[in-house]
Structure formats: C-alpha cells, structure tokens
C-alpha cells in the first residue's frame, strides 16, 4: 500500500481508501482498496472501491480525495491514467447503494473524466485532486497537483455543479523551483480554539493550510497562509518559509498524506504512509510494503506559527499495562531501562527536565540550520554534548548490538536556544546485506524552554517508531528492521549522554499497546 486516499467520514463510519496493488508487493496495478472503521482502530478490509476498467483509468487509479456533499451525499474524485505515457485525467465515483453502511461498491458514471489537461498543462505531472470546498459564490472548488518545469503548482478550478470544471486563470498557488507537486492539501484552521473545521469553512477566525508533497525530497511541506477568496488565491504569511526549506509535518518516513474533517469529534485528522526502508527484495519476500501511520490530529499552535499533530484519543483502547517512572535522575553517560513493558509495541509518554541551560554546547554558525538530518547524523545519541543528547533508546538489546535513539540535543545560539530532535535508524538493525536505507532523521523544536522542560512521545510497533516532539511540534517517522531487539529482546531506556547530569527524567509513563487492527499492520525481520 501506498498514499492513504478520500478518508471521511460518513453515517457512523470511518473510510479510508489506499494506494494498492493486488498483484505484488511493489508499486504497480494500482487500486483503490479500501477499509472501514467505527473507531479509527479496527478495520475491517472491504472490496476495492475503484479499480481500472474504464478507458478513463485502464492504467491506474490514483490518488485523490472524497467530499461529502450536501443532502450527504459522498463523491470521490481521483487520477486515471489512460494510456502508457502516464496521461492523466481527473475522475469521479459515486457510491452504488448509499443505504449500505459501508459503501462497498463504487460507479464511475460514463461522463468521466471530468477534468483534462488543457494545453498549457503537463499531462503526466497532473494529479491529486482534493476535497473540494465551496465558495460564497455557490462554485466548488478543487486543487490538482503539477508543475511547469521546476515550478510547483497547485491549480485551481471551478464547479457550479461538481460535473463541468472550469480551471481559473491562476493557479491557487505556485513555486518556482520546488519541482512536482503530488498530493496537495487545502484546509482551514481555527485560530482559536482546538476544533477542527470542515474543508469550506472560510473567514476572520481562520488561517489556512497548503501541504504538498514534493516528489524531489519525498518529505512533506506546509505553510500557513491567508486564503484570498477575493483572488481566489492562497497567500502564505509574511514569516513563512514556503518550499523545502519550510516546515514539514514529519521529518522522517511521511508522505502523500491526506487529513479530513471528522464531523463526529469536530477535528482533522490527517493520515500519512510510511514506505519501507528495506530493499525491494526484502518487500517482495514478505510479501507486502507500506503501512498507514497512526492518524494525528492536527490543530495549530497557539503560537500561530505551526501545526501541533497528536496520535488520535482513539489510541487509548489498545494501551495494556501501564509503567510509571517518576522523578528519576539520568546521571551523565547513564542508561536506566524501563521495566515492565513490553518494549516491541509501547507508546512512551516523557518529560525531561534539567537545571540550567548554561552548559549547551554553542550552535557553529557554519553549520547548515536547514539541514537537521547531517547535523544529527554527525553528532549521534553517543556524541557527547552539554544539555543532551537525551532521551529514548527503543527498539534496543540490551549490549546496544541494535537500537534507534530519539533524543534532544540542545544548542545555545546567541540569545536563545535551538533544540534539535533526531529518530536515528543508524543502529538500528545489524542486517545489512541488501541495504537497507538508515537515516538520522531530524529536525528543530521551535519550542519554549523557560520551563526547563522537554517532552517527547513514541509509539513503538516492531518496524516503526513514530516520534511527537513537545507536544507535537516536530514528528519524526523511522521504520526500522532489528533483528536481535525483537519480542521480548527488546528494551527500552532512558539516557542521558550530555556533559551535565541536571538532564533527568522527570517522568515516564508507558503503556503497552497492541495493535489489533488489520490495516495497521507492521512487521518485524526474523530469522
Ligand atoms: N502516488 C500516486 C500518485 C501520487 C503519488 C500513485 C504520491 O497519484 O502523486 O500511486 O505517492
């Protein structure tokens, strides 16, 4: 599986439709398959919602976005490709029987497709439509990913009725030298408050989201902006960094994702894909790659500058066991394990806390800020510092043979402090033989240390370790294949690597969780 499709949510069920292919465990034949859920966390698999058929999708169904439009009435629009040259075209279906509860069966009515490319579009680097939201004006509109040479564009069009598209003289939104943007996502957030808000909310109380997905990087980026509906045009604000040097929702393995408003909860929740980080050949002899992460909820920070993404409350009902470690100091270059656990499958909720920043190590103004990734990879959880590295060893033996750090490593830079987060896959497994991808995946916590306080939340399962750092402000996804920190060999501790022996835990509370979903399927490399 690949990129999450249309989630929504409709009559008492949650969706979510999926990048799939039937016939292997590498990308190709694409479907969408698609599971259902009143919870968020049991799935049940149902038939495959759309799949090719038609010569407006014979070679692939691809990604795109559900509505639910007014009377609730549920419409997906997606990419077909019709020919070998990739060509795209933007597609419709409709639900078959909308009394059954779980909408098994999909039409794609013969007037498709809806949407081609006019002359002035590159018709391979076409796709992606999203949710659509509807305009004071009564016209619906959506965004499709693209690009014109190295520009990155999300177009814009128009429907009065949802079946003739017009596309607008500008784009919603373009930049130069970001390459092709895949899987745009266009929503609304409220400035006050922690509600989530449906996808046509606009006004003074609102700030807007624009996520693309770069192909270039495989990373994900957002800016927060103002949505001129005036100009029918999204203006990024003034302090934005807007392309691949501006924030992203996961500084790891994130990509393609797609959020939705959830009426019942009145949140957005967005869903992301992990791809593996083995080689094809280790996808092709298990049999299957890609898991959908555990959905966030997003809202913005307080501070208007960011999102903050929280594992959904949902995730609760799998916790077992709990553990709590409370005020324990990490003396300097100490290691206290967390017993009690089982390591392979925790969701770990800490806090850290130290004395004084007065020892952090000063930030070399050579070093590149908007490269987190080489910085962590050179100063590593083993590298001493002055306030970190601290945090987490997960997925570890206990001789260290394997295990993936996430830690905080704090810098003095001037005035102020600069915190770096890193999820380092670097040790994490002693299988090398078909070289499996091991980043030191990192990024900066612009977060506020007068408290003296650091926090940081993983979630543990066998191959992925998906990291919330301060509550939400910088996440970071590793897959990862120990082989010797597997089941019960697998261990958690604490650490502390820094100069100074103020880092100490404050507290750890964990709890076991199990993953009883079907679709949140993960693996582990045994034997
Ligand atoms: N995956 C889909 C495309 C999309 C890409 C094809 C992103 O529609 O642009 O499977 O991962």
């Not at 913005?300 to 959904?312: A, C, F, H, V």
């Not at 030191?440 to 399962?461: P, T």
Request: aromatic fraction near 12%; proline fraction near 5%; hydrophobic fraction near 35%.
């Amino acid at each position: 599986m690949t990129d999450p499709n249309g989630p929504m949510y409709y009559n008492g069920i949650y969706h979510l439709f999926y990048q799939y292919n039937p016939k292997g465990a590498v990308w190709g034949n694409i479907v969408w398959a698609h599971s259902v859920s009143k919870d968020l966390i049991n799935w049940k698999k149902v038939e495959h919602a759309i799949f090719p058929s038609k010569p407006f999708d014979k070679y692939g169904c691809w990604s795109g976005s559900a509505t639910v439009l007014p009377g609730n009435k549920p419409v997906i629009m997606y990419t077909g490709i019709i020919d070998e040259n990739r060509t795209q075209v933007q597609n419709y279906a409709i639900p078959a029987n909308l009394s059954d509860p779980y909408l098994r069966v999909w039409i794609k009515p013969d007037n498709n497709p809806l949407v081609k490319a006019d002359k002035s579009i590159n018709e391979t680097s076409f796709r992606d439509p999203t949710t659509a939201w509807l305009g004071r004006d009564g016209n619906w509109r959506i965004s499709i990913g693209g690009r014109r040479k190295h520009r990155g564009i999300a177009y814009l069009y128009r429907s009065r009725d949802f079946l003739h598209w017009v596309k607008a003289k500008h784009p919603l939104h373009s930049v130069a030298g970001t390459g092709n943007w895949e899987c745009p996502d266009f929503f609304p957030v409220s400035v006050q408050g922690t509600n989530g808000l449906d996808t046509s909310v606009m006004g003074q109380n609102v700030k807007h989201v624009l996520k693309v997905s770069l192909d270039v990087t495989r990373y994900e980026y957002y800016t927060l902006g103002k949505y001129d509906t005036r100009k029918d045009r999204y203006i990024p604000d003034k302090d934005m960094v807007d392309g691949w040097k501006g924030l992203r929702y996961d500084y790891g393995n994130f990509y393609a994702s797609k959020s939705f408003f959830d009426p019942a909860k009145n949140r957005r929740i967005l869903w992301g894909w992990a791809n593996e980080s083995d080689a094809v050949i280790d996808d092709v002899r298990k049999g299957w790659a890609g898991i959908q992460l555990i959905p966030r909820t997003i809202v913005l920070d307080p501070n208007g500058k960011q999102l903050l993404q929280w594992p959904i409350e949902e995730l609760k009902a799998l916790r077992g066991k709990r553990v709590e470690v409370i005020d324990k100091k990490v003396e300097k270059g100490e290691r206290i394990e967390i017993k009690g656990i089982t390591a392979a499958q925790a969701d770990v909720e800490v806090i850290f806390t130290f004395e004084s920043l007065d020892k952090a190590e000063t930030f070399d103004p050579s070093w590149d800020r908007y490269d987190a990734q080489k910085l962590c990879s050179q100063k590593g959880s083993t590298v001493q510092g002055g306030v970190g590295p601290f945090g987490l060893l997960t997925l570890a033996t206990e001789n260290l043979e394997e295990y993936t750090p996430v830690f905080f490593r704090i810098f003095k830079d001037q005035d102020k402090n600069l915190v770096l987060l890193c999820s380092d896959a670097s040790r994490s497994s002693s299988y090398n033989e078909t070289g499996t991808y091991r980043p030191s995946f990192a990024g900066f916590v612009d977060v506020d240390l007068s408290h003296k306080k650091l926090s940081l939340r993983s979630l543990i399962d066998h191959s992925v370790v998906e990291s919330f750092g301060a509550r939400g402000k910088t996440c970071i996804t590793s897959r990862v294949y120990p082989t010797l920190a597997i089941y019960d060999n697998a261990h958690l501790y604490a650490f502390n690597n820094g100069t100074e022996t103020q880092g100490y835990v404050d507290l750890i509370l964990k709890e076991r969780f199990i993953l009883a979903s079907a679709l949140v399927k993960r693996w582990q490399k045994v034997g």
